[in-house]
Protein backbone atom coordinates (compact mmCIF):
# COMPACT_ATOMS: atom_id res chain seq x y z
CA UNK A 1 0.00 0.00 0.00
CA UNK A 2 2.84 2.21 0.98
CA UNK A 3 4.95 1.70 -2.35
CA UNK A 4 1.74 2.05 -4.53
CA UNK A 5 1.37 5.35 -2.82
CA UNK A 6 4.89 5.86 -3.47
CA UNK A 7 4.96 5.27 -6.54
CA UNK A 8 1.86 7.60 -7.41
CA UNK A 9 3.51 10.66 -5.59
CA UNK A 10 2.47 13.00 -8.07
CA UNK A 11 -0.77 12.17 -7.59
CA UNK A 12 -0.53 12.83 -3.79
CA UNK A 13 1.27 16.07 -4.67
CA UNK A 14 -2.39 16.81 -7.18
CA UNK A 15 -4.65 16.15 -4.08
CA UNK A 16 -2.59 18.16 -1.74
CA UNK A 17 -2.25 20.99 -3.94
CA UNK A 18 -5.64 21.29 -4.95
CA UNK A 19 -7.50 20.95 -1.02
CA UNK A 20 -4.72 23.63 -0.04
CA UNK A 21 -5.93 25.87 -3.11
CA UNK A 22 -9.87 24.91 -2.12
CA UNK A 23 -8.85 25.48 1.43
CA UNK A 24 -7.57 29.25 0.98
CA UNK A 25 -10.54 30.16 -1.23
CA UNK A 26 -13.36 29.23 1.32
CA UNK A 27 -11.45 30.34 4.34
CA UNK A 28 -9.76 33.86 3.44
CA UNK A 29 -11.90 36.92 3.16
CA UNK A 30 -9.38 39.03 1.23
CA UNK A 31 -9.54 38.42 -2.62
CA UNK A 32 -6.19 38.62 -3.44
CA UNK A 33 -5.93 35.42 -1.59
CA UNK A 34 -8.65 34.38 -2.87
CA UNK A 35 -7.16 34.54 -6.16
CA UNK A 36 -3.90 33.08 -5.31
CA UNK A 37 -6.03 30.08 -3.73
CA UNK A 38 -7.52 29.75 -6.82
CA UNK A 39 -4.08 29.70 -8.96
CA UNK A 40 -3.09 26.95 -6.62
CA UNK A 41 -6.19 25.17 -7.79
CA UNK A 42 -5.45 25.83 -11.26
CA UNK A 43 -1.75 24.42 -10.93
CA UNK A 44 -2.88 21.34 -8.98
CA UNK A 45 -4.88 20.57 -12.21
CA UNK A 46 -1.94 21.34 -14.82
CA UNK A 47 -0.46 18.91 -12.67
CA UNK A 48 -2.85 16.16 -13.20
CA UNK A 49 -2.98 16.46 -16.40
CA UNK A 50 0.29 16.69 -17.36
CA UNK A 51 0.62 13.50 -15.43
CA UNK A 52 -2.06 11.65 -17.35
CA UNK A 53 -0.13 12.81 -20.29
CA UNK A 54 3.14 11.03 -19.65
CA UNK A 55 3.47 7.47 -20.44
CA UNK A 56 6.06 5.26 -18.34
CA UNK A 57 8.83 4.72 -20.69
CA UNK A 58 7.78 6.88 -22.93
CA UNK A 59 9.53 9.84 -24.75
CA UNK A 60 8.84 12.75 -27.15
CA UNK A 61 6.91 12.07 -30.82
CA UNK A 62 10.18 13.13 -32.44
CA UNK A 63 10.74 11.72 -36.21
CA UNK A 64 13.99 9.69 -36.27
CA UNK A 65 15.56 11.20 -38.85
CA UNK A 66 16.53 7.39 -40.25
CA UNK A 67 13.04 6.09 -41.05
CA UNK A 68 10.63 4.96 -38.49
CA UNK A 69 11.66 2.54 -35.53
CA UNK A 70 9.69 0.08 -34.58
CA UNK A 71 8.62 -0.69 -30.90
CA UNK A 72 9.45 2.89 -29.74
CA UNK A 73 6.83 3.78 -26.66
CA UNK A 74 5.51 8.04 -27.29
CA UNK A 75 4.19 10.12 -24.86
CA UNK A 76 1.12 11.61 -26.18
CA UNK A 77 1.68 15.41 -26.32
CA UNK A 78 -1.92 16.48 -26.74
CA UNK A 79 -1.69 17.02 -22.35
CA UNK A 80 1.18 19.08 -22.36
CA UNK A 81 -0.32 21.25 -25.20
CA UNK A 82 -3.56 21.57 -23.55
CA UNK A 83 -1.71 22.74 -20.27
CA UNK A 84 0.22 25.65 -22.16
CA UNK A 85 -2.59 26.92 -23.54
CA UNK A 86 -4.36 26.54 -19.99
CA UNK A 87 -1.51 28.12 -18.82
CA UNK A 88 -1.64 31.36 -20.73
CA UNK A 89 -5.51 31.25 -20.37
CA UNK A 90 -4.58 30.88 -16.59
CA UNK A 91 -2.46 34.31 -16.48
CA UNK A 92 -4.64 35.96 -18.08
CA UNK A 93 -7.36 35.46 -16.06
CA UNK A 94 -5.56 36.46 -12.38
CA UNK A 95 -4.77 39.70 -14.28
CA UNK A 96 -7.88 40.12 -14.99
CA UNK A 97 -8.74 39.51 -11.62
CA UNK A 98 -6.44 41.72 -9.88
CA UNK A 99 -7.14 44.31 -12.04
CA UNK A 100 -11.47 43.74 -11.00
CA UNK A 101 -9.63 43.86 -7.39
CA UNK A 102 -7.99 46.96 -7.82
CA UNK A 103 -11.32 48.70 -9.27
CA UNK A 104 -13.12 46.96 -6.24
CA UNK A 105 -10.66 48.88 -3.90
CA UNK A 106 -10.83 52.24 -5.54
CA UNK A 107 -14.78 51.60 -5.21
CA UNK A 108 -14.84 50.38 -1.64
CA UNK A 109 -11.48 51.07 -0.11
CA UNK A 110 -11.08 47.59 0.81
CA UNK A 111 -10.14 44.71 -0.64
CA UNK A 112 -11.98 42.05 2.47
CA UNK A 113 -15.03 40.58 1.88
CA UNK A 114 -17.11 41.24 4.50
CA UNK A 115 -16.26 44.94 4.40
CA UNK A 116 -17.52 44.97 0.85
CA UNK A 117 -20.61 43.20 1.83
CA UNK A 118 -21.46 45.67 4.56
CA UNK A 119 -21.19 48.75 2.75
CA UNK A 120 -23.15 47.26 -0.36
CA UNK A 121 -25.82 46.30 2.27
CA UNK A 122 -25.74 49.70 3.68
CA UNK A 123 -26.21 51.09 0.15
CA UNK A 124 -28.74 48.93 -0.56
CA UNK A 125 -30.90 49.69 2.26
CA UNK A 126 -30.37 53.76 1.85
CA UNK A 127 -31.89 53.33 -1.60
CA UNK A 128 -34.67 51.45 -0.22
CA UNK A 129 -35.21 54.08 2.46
CA UNK A 130 -35.31 56.87 -0.27
Known amino acids: MLETLLMQWNYLV ?3 LMMT ?3 IVISRRNLVKKLIGLSIF ?3 LFL ?3 SLGKVAGGTAPIIVPDGAESGV ?3 NPLPHVLILTAIV ?3 ATTALGLALVLRIREAFGS ?5 ILAMKTKEDQESRAE
Not at 111 to 115: P, R
Open 48 to 50: FYI
Open 42 to 44: QTA
Open 89 to 91: VGV
Open 73 to 75: LYS
Open 14 to 16: FVM
Open 111 to 115: IEEDE
Open 21 to 23: GLY
